[in-house]
């Protein structure tokens, strides 16, 4: 049966197993590399979720089947200018095969609730462009989009001048 529950420390080593998987699956996609450049979790994973795992502020879950570890999410609450609170959903991964299973959806669900519990006005979520998979997962959980962020690429230290930008995964 699957199920999310808060992580605990022991468990920091199998979302670090888990943190890597998420990182290659993105890394190729359009965006992945300036996702991981700026908006991932530095290094070292280890102390980094463990740190996590520990904040007030924040509220990381793993996704189980049959206690089965197969997924995590990372959720940071933020304080806005205005005073209220925001829910920013930084991680969400679930082992591929176990994406029909409802993993998934147990952790987007402890983590609304997580959310909710702490009085944030929102959940905010992202997917990279082209990931038809996370932005339908999202929607059908109720997510719908508030931003979209337009980027420009200037330049990328593996190109060669006779590139062009729109052969890059992040263009």
């Avoid at 962020?149 to 062009?164: E, G, Q």
Wanted: aromatic share 6%; net charge negative; with cysteine.
């Amino acid at each position: 049966m699957e199920d999310a529950r808060r992580a605990v420390v022991g468990d920091v080593p199998r979302i670090v197993e888990l943190a890597h998987a998420l990182r290659a699956e993105l890394r190729p996609n359009k965006g992945g590399s300036l996702w991981l450049a700026r908006e991932a979790w530095p290094e070292p994973l280890e102390q980094t979720y463990g740190d996590l795992v520990a904040r007030e502020d924040a509220f990381v879950a793993v996704g189980t089947f049959d206690d089965a570890v197969l997924g995590f999410v990372v959720v940071v609450l933020e304080s806005l200018r205005d005073g209220s609170r925001l829910g920013r959903v930084t991680d969400l991964y679930v082992e591929p095969e176990a994406r029909a299973v409802g993993v998934g959806e147990a952790l987007i669900d402890a983590a609304v609730a997580c959310c909710v519990e702490a009085g944030c006005i929102g959940v905010d979520a992202v997917a990279l462009p082209g990931d038809r998979a996370a932005k339908n997962f999202f929607e059908q959980h109720a997510f719908t989009a508030r931003a979209l962020v337009m980027h420009r690429r200037l330049a990328s230290p593996d190109a060669s001048p006779d590139a062009s930008p729109d052969a890059s995964p992040d263009a």
